[in-house]
């Protein structure tokens, strides 16, 4: 039944942003892990690492409008999408290499940017993979709730649970393969071209512009048609 309502590409953009929401999820608690047993760093130090992480958050307002703007929208969610698997892997290293503990804030507040880049790139499309039908982007956001909110404490229980089964470093390895099939959905994606979404808004404010030509001219010619007969 859910087959007949949602296309192939919200499908896609669905499975895309939960492997990414399982893959925070074990990033964020392996590196809050791995900067305790690493760097030996106190609460307030780790509050500290925390409150920059929210920066992006917080001054989302700045870059709303210019993401709004962008055309090739699949294009830069890839681009977003392995920036963010650069971040991890760089943190795996930054860790592993136990390299100064102020890149590694830096490396967060980065990883908490582009997730935010994502998440706000990912939600303007959703009306695009579903053809602009408002009665069917009604009905998916259930969906999208639970992948962006339910999966996100089931990942967290499951993140949780294995941390008491393997090191923080193998849990930071398994979330690795999770960006990649956020990656992968994500190339499967087929939105229209810069180009062709660039003509249709054209397309469109033409259309409203002609549209507003001949109200003005119906209007004139009503108005000069009775004058006349209230001179009568």
């Not at 087959?3 to 192939?8: E, G, N, P």
């Not at 609460?43 to 958050?57: C, D, I, K, R, V």
């Not at 956020?182 to 002609?210: C, N, R, V």
Request: neutral net charge; aromatic residues 12%; glycine residues 4%.
């Amino acid at each position: 039944m859910l087959s007949t309502r949602f296309s192939s590409n919200f499908y896609h953009l669905i499975l895309g942003r939960s492997s990414r929401n399982i893959a925070d999820s074990f990033y964020f608690i392996a590196l809050s892990v791995g900067l305790i047993n690493v760097y030996a760093i106190e609460a307030g130090q780790l509050s500290l690492f925390t409150l920059l992480g929210l920066l992006p958050n917080m001054l989302a307002f700045l870059y709303g409008a210019p993401l709004n703007r962008i055309k090739n929208d699949k294009r830069w969610l890839v681009i977003f999408q392995v920036l963010q698997l650069l971040i991890i892997l760089c943190t795996i290293v930054g860790l592993s290499q136990k390299i100064d503990v102020r890149v590694m804030y830096g490396l967060n507040v980065c990883f908490s940017l582009s997730t935010n880049l994502l998440n706000t790139l990912q939600m303007k499309i959703v009306p695009e993979t579903l053809n602009n039908d408002e009665q069917v982007i009604n009905k998916s956001i259930d969906i999208q709730y639970f992948t962006s909110n339910v999966l996100d404490i089931i990942s967290n229980f499951i993140a949780s649970i294995l941390l008491g089964l393997l090191s923080y470093f193998a849990l930071f390895q398994l979330s690795v393969p999770f960006f990649v099939a956020a990656i992968y959905f994500m190339l499967t994606i087929k939105l229209p071209k810069g180009q062709d979404k660039g003509k249709a808004d054209t397309d469109l404010s033409e259309e409203a512009e002609s549209d507003k030509t001949h109200l003005f001219e119906t209007f004139r010619l009503l108005k000069s048609h009775a004058l006349p007969l209230l001179s009568l």
